[in-house]
């Protein structure tokens, strides 16, 4: 008898900067973490009830610092990940308030280690490799292998 598999449904943030500019984030250095050490986009799991915008504002505050704007789905990606379904969407946001810091204080979430505003999506392609979906989302809207 197969069983389910429990789906886990998250978020992964393009904040947007100036002149096509964008936010990419560092994962601390964690040996049980694939994506460790590795430039990405900042990305949080819904909790029960809330909806993807929701937790787009919730990523600023919680990993950023900053307050969101939410602005369009990019895309979406579902992919196994052995014990778990990862549903994951990409949303478009801007800064609304606040300067970008990370790590956050009292997180008990995965904080960033470094952020910076970049406009070469190349930097997503370690990442993407690795099997982020956020970063394969973004790369393939951006027309990117």
């Known amino acids: 008898m197969d069983t389910v598999k429990p789906v886990k449904h ?6 947007r900067g100036a002149d096509d500019a ?8 964690d040996p049980e973490d694939p994506l460790a050490g590795v430039w990405g986009l900042p990305a949080i799991t819904l909790k029960d009830g809330e909806t993807e915008q ?4 919730r990523t600023g505050h919680a990993k950023l610092g900053v307050t969101l704007a939410v602005g369009s789905k990019i895309g979406a ?10 549903t994951l969407s ?28 970049t406009a070469d999506p190349g930097i997503l392609g370690e990442a ?18």
């Not at 964008?22 to 250095?29: A, I, Q, S, W």
């Not at 929701?54 to 504002?57: K, R, S, Y």
């Not at 990606?77 to 990862?86: H, I, P």
């Not at 993407?128 to 292998?145: E, H, T, Y």
């Open 10 to 15: 998250s978020v992964a943030v393009v904040v």
């Open 22 to 29: 964008f936010l990419v984030v560092k994962r601390p250095d």
């Open 54 to 57: 929701a937790a787009v504002i």
């Open 77 to 86: 990606k579902t992919a196994d990940r052995g014990a778990y379904v990862l």
């Open 90 to 117: 990409d949303y478009e946001a801007t800064v609304d308030g606040g300067t970008v810091s990370v790590p956050q204080p009292g997180g008990s979430m995965t904080q960033y280690t470094e952020a910076r505003f």
């Open 128 to 145: 993407a490799g690795k099997g982020s979906v956020c970063a394969q989302i973004f790369l393939d809207a951006a027309g990117r292998p």
